[in-house]
């Protein structure tokens, strides 16, 4: 087994009306936990890595470890480089033998994003590298916005069909109304599903990406705020609008305010409930184990991907 593209792992998806979880990681317990879920889920697994996350780990622990993880788990692992921020990085992550990378060039105005990222696909693509780019902005809908404010942040379909011609770009990500972290809706949970299927009726073969998806699950936040967290009014987007928007196309779910909070939940309860315990392994143990349930739910529950190798 290898650390492979994402292409066939997509088409086989779309086919097959599921999506691939796309999860972080910044250390070994997480890469374990998350692994051994996609091993015992049968899962296919893309592992990502952000610009923050080599800095905290340092590159090459992170690729040595996912290599481990290939090794002992016989599993096909796509080695995703999130939120890429210049060229120099995806050229540097390429260069380390990433099999995608993300360009995120959604900060930049339509033409330099276009770019941006065809720069990127052009070295991506000599290399048999994956790239994923970025078109609109991540922000939530609060309750009273109104349709232009809408258009100015959200993915615009006629754009993004633009986009992909001019970059030709592998995978797209979509704003529609989700964002990153543990605070997401102001009021209720919404997404904009109607422009969701615009875009895969314009796009039927290019992968659609959906970032900030965790859900912020009640029960990891209130276990984080149980022993000693303070965490309030995080608020994520419902599990079956994550579902939904899968069945409109999306073929990569990015998840990791989830992770962090199952950790974190394992971490605080084992570390208040045995205060004379001092090893470290007791608290990294039972937060590995909360990884990798957390990953079970969400390939079994959510992107629907178990069973499909
Ligand atoms: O989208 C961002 C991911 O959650 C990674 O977060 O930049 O803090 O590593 P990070
Ligand atoms: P969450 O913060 O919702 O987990 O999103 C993660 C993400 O989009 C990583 O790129
Ligand atoms: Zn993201």
């Known amino acids: 087994m290898a650390l492979v593209t994402s292409t066939e792992m997509f088409k086989k998806a779309h086919a097959g009306g599921y999506a691939i979880g796309a999860f972080n990681v910044n250390n070994m317990e997480i890469i374990q936990g998350i ?3 996609a091993k015992e889920e049968q899962s296919p697994l893309i592992l990502q890595v952000s ?4 800095k905290y780990a340092n590159p090459i622990y992170l690729k040595k470890l996912v290599e481990a993880a290939v090794e002992d788990s016989n599993l ?4 995703h480089l999130d939120h890429g921020e210049d060229f120099e990085i995806c050229k540097k992550c390429i260069d380390d033998g990433f099999t995608s990378v ?3 060039g959604s900060r930049y105005p339509f033409e330099e994003n276009i770019e941006l990222t065809k720069k990127v696909v052009e070295y991506a693509h000599a290399r048999g590298v994956v790239v994923e780019a970025e078109l609109g902005k991540l922000a939530g809908i609060e309750d009273d916005v109104n349709v232009n404010a809408k258009d100015a942040t959200f993915t615009d379909p006629d754009e993004a069909v633009e986009f992909v011609k001019r970059t030709g770009v592998d995978s797209l990500a979509i704003a529609i109304g989700t964002s990153h972290g543990a605070y997401k809706f102001k009021g209720d949970p919404r997404l904009d599903f109607e422009r969701l299927e615009k875009i895969t009726k314009l796009l039927p073969n290019t992968p659609l990406v959906l970032h900030g998806a965790s859900t912020v699950l009640s029960e990891f936040v209130d276990l984080c705020n149980k022993y000693g967290g303070d965490i309030p009014g995080a608020k994520g ?3 079956n609008m994550i ?9 990569k779910v990015n998840i990791d305010t989830d992770l962090r909070l199952a950790m974190t939940a394992a971490v605080r309860k084992s570390i ?3 205060p004379t315990e001092f090893d470290p392994r007791k608290y990294l143990g039972p937060a590995r184990e909360a990884i990798k349930d957390m990953v079970k739910h969400k390939i079994r529950n959510v ?5 499909t190798l």
């Open 35 to 37: 692994v051994e879920a």
């Open 51 to 54: 610009a923050g996350a080599r």
């Open 76 to 79: 096909d692992i796509v080695l």
């Open 102 to 104: 993300m360009i995120d």
């Open 237 to 239: 987007v419902p599990e």
């Open 243 to 251: 579902s939904q928007a899968v069945k409109l196309g999306v073929c």
């Open 272 to 274: 208040i409930e045995n």
């Open 303 to 307: 992107v629907g991907s178990s069973n």
